[in-house]
Nanobody, 115 residues
Framework: QVRLVESGGGLVQAGGSLRLSCAASGSIFAIGAMGWYRQAPGKQRELVST???????NYADSVKGRFTISRDNAKNTVYLQMNSLKPEDTAVYYC?????????WGQGTQVTVSS
């Protein structure tokens, strides 16, 4: 099993920055892809940014150039640096880790961007 704990969300004005963290514990050696998703009220959960199993990165078009995913293997932590935040970035942000055919999710962290 894998446990994911997110932190770093909050309220920020448009144009501001936040950094989200996702700390993994448990069977971390089995993790393949890992990254961030978000879900805004009334909308489906969507991919924000992930590391693939091979270590490549993916970004949603809406966040390219503004968000950066990174990781610290020594701390088993994945980060999401979010700059130039927009009100449309407001959502609950979830960390996901894929282990084989199973996806583990964190509890989510709220990001609210005021205009």
């Amino acid at each position: 099993q894998v446990r994911l704990v997110e932190s770093g969300g909050g309220l920020v004005q448009a144009g501001g920055s936040l950094r989200l963290s996702c700390a993994a514990s448990g069977s971390i050696f089995a993790i393949g892809a890992m990254g961030w998703y978000r879900q805004a009220p009334g909308k489906q959960r969507e991919l924000v940014s992930t590391f693939t199993r091979g270590g490549n990165t993916n970004y949603a078009d809406s966040v390219k150039g503004r968000f950066t995913i990174s990781r610290d293997n020594a701390k088993n932590t994945v980060y999401l640096q979010m700059n130039s935040l927009k009100p449309e970035d407001t959502a609950v942000y979830y960390c996901k880790a894929a282990v084989g055919l199973y996806d583990y999710w964190g509890q989510g962290t709220q990001v609210t961007v005021s205009s």
